[in-house]
């Protein structure tokens, strides 16, 4: 399974933009690139996914490297809600689809 | 609508004891999925099924059984627990393989 690199930790002051970087640098062609979060206690939520192109939602933005070797996850204003443990994920839909977690990005947000 | 519902909550057993945790969903989704997530860690893929009758191991499936004799109803058991099996269980569901997967709010598990 190809493995994603993200820093450990991140620090943001409310209602500015967060770019949280991940770096897959061993993605096959049939990967697709997944955001989940987890805010305390909770279980993880689905953010965002893309393939090639950069996509947008109601939540945030995915940018994609035209290489596909690394991506940025993008919260366009942050909010004190935002805080959580973001996962970056390359998920193999050739046998289960399952997603397989590194230890994913603490975003703080300060007021 | 209640999405994906984990019961117990919480629970407190004794090395050797037998349990059985329950999730259900009520999405009409084929695919469900059991992680479990240890401190300061991601989550890790215990179980899976891709429907009803069938399930398959994940990453770490030893001292773990399934059933998924529902399509709505994926059970995860316990047959001796052990303290290694301290965790915290999230069962997950999704539609289809491509689609996203929508997680419960996860089990609290305690083996003394």
């Known amino acids: 399974d190809a493995k994603t690199t993200q820093p450990n930790s991140m620090e943001s002051n409310e209602e500015e933009p967060v770019h949280l970087p991940c770096n897959h640098s061993?993605?096959?062609?049939?990967?697709?690139i997944h955001w989940y979060r987890q805010l305390p206690s909770q279980g993880p939520e689905y953010v965002i996914h893309g393939l090639t192109s950069n996509v947008n939602n109601r939540m945030a933005s995915l940018a994609i490297a035209e290489d596909r070797k690394s991506s940025t996850l993008i919260l366009h204003r942050a909010t004190l809600r935002d805080a959580a443990v973001y996962y970056c994920?390359?998920?193999?839909?050739?046998?289960?689809?399952?997603?397989?977690f590194g230890q994913g990005t603490t975003l703080q947000v300060k007021p | 609508n209640a999405g994906v519902t984990q019961t117990p909550k919480f629970r407190v057993l004794k090395t050797g004891q037998s349990m059985t945790l329950l999730c259900a969903q009520d999405?009409?989704?084929?695919?469900m999925y059991w992680y479990r997530q240890d401190p300061g860690m991601g989550l890790r893929l215990i179980h899976y099924s891709v429907g009803e009758g069938t399930t398959a191991k994940g990453e770490v499936p030893d001292g773990y059984n399934v059933s998924r004799l529902k399509k709505q109803n994926f059970l995860l058991g316990l047959e001796s627990a052990a303290p290694s099996q301290t965790s915290v269980y999230f069962c997950?569901?999704?539609?289809?393989?491509?689609?996203?997967?929508?997680f419960g709010d996860g089990t609290r598990l305690s083996i003394l």
């Open positions: 997950a569901s999704s539609y289809h393989l491509i689609q996203p997967q929508h």
């Open positions: 994920i390359l998920r193999d839909y050739i046998n289960t689809g399952k997603l397989i």
């Open positions: 061993t993605i096959s062609g049939t990967d697709y």
């Open positions: 999405m009409n989704h084929e695919y």
